[in-house]
């Protein structure tokens, strides 16, 4: 089955500096990654969709400038965290769909990341 | 947007069963289940993408009834591994991709 490989699964930096997450898909190409952020026993929100190749569409209300993703080849897409604050502690999770670009056989999910500023 | 699911939790003992629901106000073209152990990364349980199925995973169920764009995730004879939370996250048309995830239900099964 599709596997998506996240790193790291978990990272403590200093406030100020900056953090970058990989998701690679093993095995199959991974056209279309989204980035979650979740916050303790909350839901996952949507942050961004990446795409291969082309620019990332952000959600309303999140930092384009803070939060940079990269969907630099099929098989790797990463999120920066820059100037990292507090408030950016969370956990982030990677997802792209199954099969191929459709939806219609679910999403699976990087190991998430959880990022704790200091 | 976000689809509303109850309960917010529920306890069992192993071998009970146990209905989540979740239900959408606008029209949904697909619903999918997914469980997330602690401070682990969801997994997919199933999808359904038409009204009326019914599918399973093991002893886990769901049916989806689009006229009511109402899912329902059944744990049937549940066991310890079923704890987690569950999430029910929505789709609205054939060429939306991004999911809206539920609250989620926190599923705890003691022995």
């Known amino acids: 089955g599709a596997v998506v490989s996240q790193h790291p699964s978990r990272v403590i930096c200093k406030s100020g500096t900056s953090v970058k997450i990989e998701c690679r898909s093993l095995d199959f190409q991974a056209t279309t990654m989204f980035w979650y952020r979740q916050f303790p026993k909350k839901s996952l929100m949507l942050m961004a969709t990446s795409n291969e190749g082309s620019k990332a569409t952000y959600e309303q209300g999140v930092e384009k400038d803070k939060f940079l993703i990269n969907h630099a080849s099929l098989t790797l897409s990463t999120l920066t965290v820059t100037s990292a604050h507090p408030e950016d502690s969370s956990f982030y999770i990677c997802?792209?769909?199954?099969?191929?670009?459709?939806?219609?056989?679910?999403?699976?999910f990087g190991s998430g990341t959880r990022l704790t500023v200091v | 947007q976000q689809p509303v699911q109850s309960p917010q939790a529920v306890i069992l003992r192993e071998g009970e069963d146990a209905v989540i629901n979740c239900s959408s106000s606008k029209a949904l073209y697909s619903v999918h289940w997914y469980r997330q152990k602690h401070g682990e990364a969801p997994v997919f349980l199933m999808i359904?993408?038409?009204?009326?199925e019914q599918k399973g995973h093991e002893k886990i169920s769901a049916s989806f009834n689009e006229k009511k764009q109402q899912s329902s995730l059944y744990l049937t004879a549940s066991q310890l591994s079923y704890s987690g939370t569950y999430f029910c996250g929505t789709l609205r048309a054939s060429n939306d991709y991004k999911l809206s995830f539920g609250a989620g239900t926190t599923v705890t099964v003691r022995a």
């Open positions: 359904l993408l038409k009204g009326g």
């Open positions: 997802s792209t769909p199954r099969e191929g670009t459709t939806p219609n056989y679910g999403y699976t």
